[in-house]
C-alpha cells in the first residue's frame, strides 16, 4: 500500500507542471545560462543550499564541471520541487548568492510561463463555455477579461485573424506576429488584444480537446511576441499592474450590475 507521501510524489510526477516544465525551452535556455554564469563560489552556496533537499550521495559533485550543476537541477525538477507554477526554490537559491541579474532574468522567464498559462486557459475557458463547462484557472478574473475584450472588439479582432489565416500556414502565421507585435507601439489595451488573437489563432491550429495540457503554455512561450509582449508587461507592472487589475475591476462591476 502505498503511503500519503509516495501518493503526493506520483501526482505531482504525472502533474502537468511538472511534465512541462522539463520540455519547455525558455526555461532549460535559462538554465544553460544560469549554470554557465556561476563562479565556483556561487556553486558551491547552491550545493551547501541544496543539503537536506538533495539526498548527500548526489551533492557529491564535481562543481567545477556544468554537467554536474544541471544535474542537480534536473534531481530539484524530477523531485518536484520545481514546477513551472513555482519557481520559489531556485530564487531563493539565486537571492542567498547574490545573482540579481539571473533573477531578473528568471523573472522574466516566469512570466512568459504565466502569460503562456493565461492564452491556455482562456482558450480552454471559450471552448468549455462553448460546452456548458466552467474552467478552474489561477487567473480567472483575467481569462474573463480577455474574453470580454473579444466580445467588445470582435469587428476587429475576426478581421484581423482573418487576414493571418489567409497565409494558410501555421507557420507563418506565427511568423508574421512575430515580426508584426515587436514593431507595434504597446499599450496594456494593445498586449490584451494580442493576447486574445494569439489565443484565437493558437486555438485553430490544433481541437483544443485534443492538446495536452501545457501544449499552449509551450507554443507562446517560446515566441519572439511573447518575450515582447512580456517585457513590455515587466516594465510596467507585470501580471499585477495597477492599471490593468483596476480595468479588469472595472470591468468585471459593469458585468455584475
Same mark, same amino acid.
Given at each position: ?8 510524489? #506520483? =501526482? ?8 512541462? #516544465? ?5 526555461? =532549460? ?9 556561476? !563562479?565556483?563560489? +556561487?556553486? +558551491? ?18 562543481? %567545477? ?25 531556485? %530564487? ?5 548568492? *547574490? ?25 480552454? !475557458? ?23 475584450? =473579444? ?10 485573424? +482573418? ?6 500556414? /501555421? ?17 496594456? !489595451? ?8 494569439? *489565443? ?40 499585477? !499592474? ?8 472595472? #470591468?468585471?462591476?459593469?458585468? %455584475? /450590475?
Amino acid at each position: 500500500m502505498a503511503l500519503p507521501r509516495e501518493i503526493s510524489r #506520483l =501526482k505531482a510526477i504525472f502533474s502537468p507542471a511538472y511534465c512541462m #516544465l522539463k520540455s519547455l525551452c525558455v526555461f =532549460k535556455e535559462f538554465v544553460i545560462q544560469c549554470v554557465r554564469s556561476l !563562479s565556483l563560489d +556561487e556553486r +558551491e552556496a547552491f550545493r551547501h543550499w541544496c543539503i537536506g533537499i538533495i539526498p548527500e550521495s548526489k551533492l557529491d559533485v564535481n562543481l %567545477r564541471n556544468d554537467g554536474d550543476i544541471f544535474k542537480l537541477i534536473e534531481f530539484l525538477c524530477n523531485d518536484y520541487k520545481l514546477s513551472f507554477t513555482d519557481f520559489s526554490l531556485l %530564487r531563493k537559491i539565486l537571492s542567498s548568492v *547574490g545573482r540579481c541579474d539571473m533573477l531578473e532574468a528568471l523573472e522574466r522567464v516566469e512570466l512568459r510561463i504565466s502569460v503562456g498559462s493565461i492564452v491556455e486557459d482562456y482558450i480552454k !475557458s471559450v471552448n468549455g463555455f462553448r460546452q456548458g463547462v466552467k474552467l478552474a484557472s489561477r487567473y480567472t478574473n483575467i481569462v474573463e477579461f480577455l474574453a470580454s475584450t =473579444k466580445e467588445g472588439n470582435q469587428e476587429l479582432i475576426s478581421s484581423t485573424l +482573418e487576414v493571418l489565416r489567409r497565409v494558410n500556414d /501555421d507557420n507563418k502565421m506565427l511568423e508574421v506576429l512575430d515580426r508584426v507585435i515587436p514593431d507595434s507601439q504597446l499599450s496594456w !489595451s494593445t498586449v490584451i488584444s494580442s493576447l486574445v488573437i494569439m *489565443g484565437e489563432l493558437y486555438a485553430s491550429f490544433i481541437p483544443v480537446d485534443l492538446a495536452e495540457n501545457g501544449y499552449y503554455v509551450s507554443l507562446f512561450s517560446e515566441t519572439r511576441a511573447s518575450e515582447c509582449l512580456t517585457m513590455w508587461m515587466l516594465e510596467n507592472g507585470g501580471l499585477v !499592474s495597477k492599471h490593468i487589475l483596476s480595468h479588469i475591476h472595472d #470591468l468585471m462591476s459593469q458585468l %455584475r /450590475d
